[in-house]
Antibody
Framework: QVQLVESGGGVVQPGGSLRLSCAAS????????MHWVRQAPGKGLEWVAF????????HYADSVKGRFTISRDNSKNTLYLQMNSLRAEDTAVYYC??????????WGQGTLVTVSS | QSALTQPASVSGSPGQSITISCTGT?????????VSWYQQHPGKAPKLMIY???KRPSGVSNRFSGSKSGNTASLTISGLQAEDEADYYC??????????FGGGTKLTVL
């Protein structure tokens, strides 16, 4: 069955950087687009970024454009999110999600990122 | 991109039906048949319940159904059960080649 396992979360100071990883298994990773979606504590879901199955097409939410970079290594079945210039408002649980057409059909358990001094 | 508009909360008794609305614009909900719905229990990851407006993934109960009219999509849950109590989020693809979620609706089963 599909399994997505995020890692790399933690506490970081404002202006700092963090790289999240999402290890995928149970499906042919290089056939599917992948997303990052985040959820601030007690708040709703916010789409963050998408990367096409081959990495050739990438889109970001305006709130992270220029600061976050999504990438993937199909040889390692792993999705990444490089987060730079972090702000307090980036504090959230970050989920990776498998794309299925225009929906998100499988989700990881999430990794918590806390931006605080 | 502004979030889609959902009611903050809805409630219903076991066995009843409820509907959650999701209102966007012609640049998202109204422009594409790419609305999806997610169920999230406290402390858990979201789960896909409906995709492409009205399609149900394998394994999702047929008590869940979706529809769309103009810029508003709807999720209907019939025969409410206690385990349906959760937060529900709609999502839509947009004309900016991005995705947008609704603010979420808390469903309480009385």
């Amino acid at each position: 069955q599909v399994q997505l396992v995020e890692s790399g979360g933690g506490v970081v100071q404002p202006g700092g950087s963090l790289r999240l990883s999402c290890a995928a298994s149970g499906f042919t990773f290089n056939n599917y687009g992948m997303h990052w979606v985040r959820q601030a504590p007690g708040k709703g879901l916010e789409w963050v970024a998408f990367i096409r199955y081959d990495g050739s097409y990438i889109h970001y939410a305006d709130s992270v454009k220029g600061r976050f970079t999504i990438s993937r290594d199909n040889s390692k079945n792993t999705l990444y999110l490089q987060m730079n210039s972090l702000r307090a408002e980036d504090t959230a649980v970050y989920y990776c999600a498998k794309g299925a057409g225009y929906s998100f059909d499988s989700w990881g358990q999430g990794t918590l990122v806390t931006v605080s001094s | 991109q502004s979030a889609l508009t959902q009611p903050a909360s809805v409630s219903g008794s076991p066995g009843q039906s409820i509907t959650i609305s999701c209102t966007g614009t012609s640049s998202d909900v109204g422009g594409y048949n790419y609305v999806s719905w997610y169920q999230q229990h406290p402390g858990k990851a979201p789960k896909l319940m409906i995709y492409d407006v009205s399609k149900r993934p394998s394994g999702v109960s047929n008590r869940f159904s979706g529809s769309k009219s103009g810029n508003t999509a709807s999720l209907t849950i019939s025969g409410l059960q206690a385990e349906d109590e959760a937060d529900y989020y709609c999502s839509s693809y947009t004309s900016s080649s991005t995705w947008v979620f609704g603010g979420g609706t808390k469903l309480t089963v009385l």
